[in-house]
Structures are given as structure tokens and as C-alpha cells.
């Protein structure tokens, strides 16, 4: 059981913390990105809509806002069989718009996927930028996300989400300390060549690499692991910020992550091609490492605790070990009845999003282990 507990922990700690200081050492010499800020290519943006009708005008209006030449964009949404005035609010923009604005009716509702899917064809952009039905790009947003693309080894980019609350202030800086961490891993990853996970509200790739996918696969995880395959750069943005709202209900934000997660698994598995470090060197040691270790990370966790607990008796560390653990749950139970708190202590908060990330990731093995799978979504607000 000491070896087991020394093991368990000792994985736990490479995966938060290990790995963040090998990706480091990797980018000590960066691969540069020939960026160029006066490339403006054709932009096609495609947002997939369901019952949307509170945010589909905003998010549309503000994508016509954005610094951009408006003959070089276009943008296209697809209503997966809304059954509210999404559709009548879309053409109703459209009408007066000096962009081309198209609404695509996918009948019956299919998923986001598949309705990605149905459009792509009808995207006339160089660059196709996917958006969600409730994301606010920055005015300089896709300036910031295509500029990239001047680099002919650049076949995918993501931006940066900051949470917002309902009166558009940035909520934490523009981070939560997880996000802050995970942007930050993507940086050395993008240093490093390419980065393994993305926002899927604002990434951008170019068109003739975008591949059909089945409806259950996740498209902001599976194109970006195929154009890596392809042997292109998947790199991040953080100057292209996207706005999202910030999720204070914990039953919204844990059924969102069971759900992510469950479709990431199912993604790894569609790609697990991709995690032969033989065939794929440090990519595929960089997947391995921030997602499918990350994604079963509550593996060790629960063996820490419960080698813990059969190992009391044999020394004054393993009771230091099982009450650190304990007042970390705590701690992570206090946080939950804070998450409407603004201004909570991190010392709240971030146990408390370790722990329902982890137990979310629990409950989504679990369903990937029964063989369930997640296609039709819902509106987050909803």
C-alpha cells in the first residue's frame, strides 16, 4: 500500500505539475510563428444555433462589428431545427446587413457536428472560424486569429476565453486560475510546436483542411488533432479574445463537464493514432500527458486517499497526508456554496473546481466505459 501511495501520488503530481515544468524545458527554444498583422484573408464564420433566440442577435451583431473588411467576411449560421425565432431573427439581420449573412435549416436536429458539417460546403472563406451562439469576439479578435495563417505552417489557431458576468465585466481578470493555467500550458505548447486542446468558440482553421466528421465526434478537439496529423501547427492566440458568460450554478458547470469530457474520451479514442510517441514523438507525449492522463487523473487520486487510509500507522507523514486530503475536500465543498461569489478566495474556489473537474471526468469514463454518447446539445443558459 506505501507503494501504491507513493506511485498514485507521484502520478497526480506529474500530471498538474510535472508536466508544466517538462513543457517548459521544451520551449526553451520557441519555434517562431511568421505572423503578419496586414494578412486579411477571406473569412467564412459559421456558428451552429439551437432555440437561441436571447443571444443569436448579439453574437451576430457583434461579429459584424468586428475591425474586418466586410467584402472579405461572411457569415453563416446553421439552425439546428430551432423551434423559437432564432431563424426569423437571423434572416431579419440579414436583410439590412452589408455582410453576407446565411441562415442554413438543418431538419431533423442533428447535433452541432453535423451541422458543421452541412455548411462547411457552403463557406467561401479561406479561413473558417467557428463560433458558438453565445460567444463576443474582442473588435481586433479575428485580425488577431488570422494573422497567423500568413505563416504557411499554421493550420489552426485558437484565441483566448475570459468569463464575463451578466454586465460584461470580466470575471477574474479574465481567467479563473484553472484557465489561467491551462492558457498558460498552451503557450509553451505553442512554443513547443503545437498545442492539444482549444476554446471552441474561437478558433479558426483553413477550409481545405477541415475534415466531415461523425455526429458524435467533438469537432473543436478532433479537427485540431487531424490537422496535426496532417503535420500543420495548432497554436494559441492569446491576443483573439472571446467573452463568454461566467456559469455560477455548480449542476450547470458539472452536467457542461461531464458532457466535454465524455466527448474528449470518445475523441481520444477516435484519435488514439495520435498518442504513438514512436510515430508522433513529442505531440504524442503532450497528448498522453495534458489530456489523457488530465482526463484520468481521478484514478491516483482515489488510490492516494485510500492507501492513505490503510497506511496510518506507519508514520506521522501518512497522518499529515490524510488530513492535508481532507482539508483540501473541504475546502472544496466550502467553495461550492461560493460559486456565485465574485470574489471568493482562491483558496476556495480552486479546490473546489479541481475537485468537480475530476469527478466529472469520473462520471464521463463511466459513461464511455457503458459505450454512451453525446450528440444533441442544449443552450448553455438554458
Known amino acids: 500500500m506505501e507503494t501504491l501511495f507513493w506511485f498514485s501520488l507521484a502520478l497526480v503530481v506529474y500530471v498538474y505539475i510535472g508536466y508544466p515544468v517538462v513543457i517548459k524545458f521544451l520551449a526553451a527554444q520557441p519555434k517562431k510563428i511568421a505572423a503578419d498583422d496586414t494578412h486579411q484573408p477571406t473569412v467564412s464564420i459559421l456558428i451552429a444555433a439551437f432555440n437561441e433566440e436571447?443571444?443569436?442577435?448579439?453574437?451576430?451583431?457583434?461579429?459584424?462589428?468586428?475591425?474586418?473588411?466586410?467584402?472579405?467576411?461572411?457569415?453563416?449560421?446553421?439552425?439546428?431545427?430551432?423551434?423559437?425565432?432564432?431563424?426569423?431573427?437571423v434572416e431579419s439581420i440579414a436583410q439590412d446587413s452589408a455582410i453576407s449573412i446565411k441562415l442554413v435549416r438543418q431538419v431533423p436536429r442533428k447535433g452541432k457536428t453535423s451541422g458543421l458539417n452541412l455548411i462547411v460546403p457552403d463557406a467561401t472563406g479561406d479561413i473558417i472560424v467557428f463560433s458558438d451562439a453565445n460567444s463576443l469576439y474582442a473588435p481586433d479578435a479575428l485580425t488577431q486569429l488570422v494573422k497567423n495563417f500568413a505563416d504557411i505552417e499554421v493550420g489552426y489557431v485558437t484565441g483566448k476565453m475570459v468569463y464575463a458576468t451578466e454586465d460584461g465585466s470580466i470575471v477574474g481578470d479574465g481567467c479563473s486560475s484553472y484557465m489561467k493555467y491551462e492558457n498558460w500550458l498552451r503557450e509553451q505548447e505553442t512554443q513547443v510546436g503545437s498545442i492539444v486542446g482549444v476554446d471552441g468558440g474561437i478558433d479558426a482553421m483553413r477550409r481545405v483542411l477541415y475534415e466531415t466528421l461523425n455526429a458524435?465526434?467533438?469537432?473543436?478537439?478532433?479537427?485540431?488533432?487531424?490537422?496535426?496529423?496532417?503535420?500543420?501547427?495548432?497554436?494559441?492566440?492569446?491576443?483573439?479574445?472571446?467573452?463568454?458568460?461566467?456559469?455560477?450554478?455548480?449542476?450547470?458547470?458539472?452536467?457542461?463537464?461531464?458532457?466535454?469530457?465524455l466527448r474528449a474520451l470518445w475523441a481520444l479514442h477516435d484519435m488514439r493514432q495520435l498518442l504513438n510517441p514512436f510515430k508522433h514523438g513529442v505531440f504524442a507525449f503532450q497528448l498522453i500527458s495534458h489530456k489523457l492522463l488530465r482526463y484520468l487523473a481521478f484514478i491516483p487520486l482515489i488510490w492516494v486517499f485510500i492507501a492513505n487510509l490503510y497506511i496510518l500507522d506507519e508514520g506521522a507523514i501518512y497522518v499529515l497526508a490524510i488530513i492535508g486530503q481532507l482539508a483540501f475536500y473541504g475546502l472544496a465543498y466550502k467553495g461550492k456554496q461560493h460559486t456565485a461569489d465574485d470574489d471568493a478566495p482562491v483558496y476556495y474556489t480552486l479546490p473546489y473546481y479541481f475537485t468537480l473537474l475530476n469527478v466529472a471526468c469520473l462520471h464521463a469514463t463511466w459513461r464511455y466505459i457503458k459505450g454512451e454518447k453525446q450528440v444533441i446539445w442544449k443552450p448553455r443558459a438554458g
Open 54 to 89: 436571447k443571444e443569436i442577435e448579439s453574437t451576430i451583431r457583434n461579429k459584424m462589428a468586428l475591425d474586418y473588411p466586410a467584402e472579405k467576411l461572411e457569415i453563416i449560421v446553421v439552425s439546428d431545427e430551432s423551434e423559437d425565432r432564432t431563424d426569423e431573427i
Open 216 to 261: 458524435d465526434q467533438l469537432p473543436d478537439f478532433v479537427q485540431p488533432l487531424k490537422v496535426a496529423e496532417k503535420g500543420y501547427r495548432v497554436i494559441y492566440e492569446p491576443n483573439a479574445l472571446l467573452k463568454e458568460e461566467a456559469l455560477d450554478d455548480p449542476d450547470r458547470e458539472y452536467s457542461m463537464r461531464v458532457r466535454v469530457s
